[in-house]
């Protein structure tokens, strides 16, 4: 077994410096990596890119980051829900890059699997492709997407195990999963940290190779976007 | 008269067919699973990664960790299955959704889709809906005919920025299903009570009438 447990949150950002590229897990508020942004937060690390599908809410998730004027670029699919985010992108304050979900899942994992770039069909004809290569594959236009590049990913699971396994939970799998091993150094937060031998490996979501460094998270909030209910 | 929210959502559940898996987006498209027939059998895919999404749950059994594209709190029906976002656009590129329901902003003559942003103004970015429209083979938008000022939303070209060229299949409005052709936007079907009058008024592009306008059945 090969030990990816790292003692705290301290240690397991330890390396994140100014204008890095990060890559944050999550979608809306589920699934996001919690510890670490907060620890971000502490880090007071600017100049940020940060991948990732949503931008937060105001005060909660990357809007922490935002209010504190650490990022500098967005690359997301969707970002509605943040009024901070919002005024910034208008005023020119903040870089951002938008692109199509699947897109955006699909360069994650090309750059957890190795290949450089990969033609969808997602965009074509839109801004989105604009100064992109376009082919023709039987009848069909796509468009050139490439992989990637990030320093650090940082992601949320259910379970882990002090082997860098990895199970998610519900719908806040996600972008997590597509993260692991697609930047320089993955580091998982999870809401339970067990001895290895504990997870059945037939249940293993992530293995742990994709994996540098794991703590057990803390104090998690899971705040809820959208809370709907039906009356019983 | 001109249908309300749950009329369009009714009228687009007709389309939902035995064995359909169905991609919803949000807004009205999120209202057609409460008008889909019970004898058959359709599952509900929602892009952030889940197959299977059932209603929203009773008060006090709400998971952060079982949510929809929407955000909105969730459940999973039995038969349910969650995957990464990876797998879910694998779900819709790979064209294994049967069908797309979504809104728009505007629709073209020639079925390009405009529906993620308006510069200088308003952008929330595009989510799934450029993979959902670039792959899937049926895609029916659900909008209202107009906008709040009155003006048409089915356009001889729209005048945003795109989401997806040449997709849409078939819409329906508050006044109408019309299907899009390579002639432009052919009158299916009007509202109760809506007269074929009033949707030309209403419509900019092309408009084809081929023969007497029948009434949805809803």
Redo the contacts between chains.
Sequence with gaps: MINKKVASVEAALSGVEDGMTLMLGG?????IPENSISQLVKLNVKGLTCIS?NAGVDGFGLGLLLHKRQIKKMV??????NAEF?RQ??SGELE?E?????????R??AAQSGFPAFY?????????AEGKETREFNGKMYVLEHAFKADFAFVKA?KGDEAGNLI???????????MCGAAKITVAEVEELLPVGSLDPNQI?IPGIFVHRIFQGSNYE??????????? | MALDKNGIAKRIAKEVKNGYYVNLGIGIPTLVANFVREDIEVEFQSENGVLGMGPFPFEGEEDPDLINAGKQTITALPGASFFDSAMSFSMIRGQHVHLTILGAMEVAENGDIANWKIPGYMVKGMGGAMDLVASAENIIVAMTHTNKNGDSKLLKKCSLPLTGVGCVKKIVTDLAVLEVTPEGFKLLERAPGVSVETIKQATEGKLIIERDIPEMDI
Excluded at chain 1, 76 to 81: A, D, K, L, N, P
Excluded at chain 1, 222 to 229: A, D, M, N, P, Y
């Design positions: 979608f809306g508020l589920s699934g599908n997301s699919s969707y970002v509605g829900e919002e992108m208008l951002v938008l692109i199509p979900q699947g897109t955006l899942a699909e994650c994992r969808t069909p997602a965009g074509y004809g839109t801004e989105v259910w998610f939970k519900g719908t806040a799998r996600n972008f997590n999963p597509n979501h899971k705040r809820i976007e959208q809370r709907t209910v039906r009356k019983k």
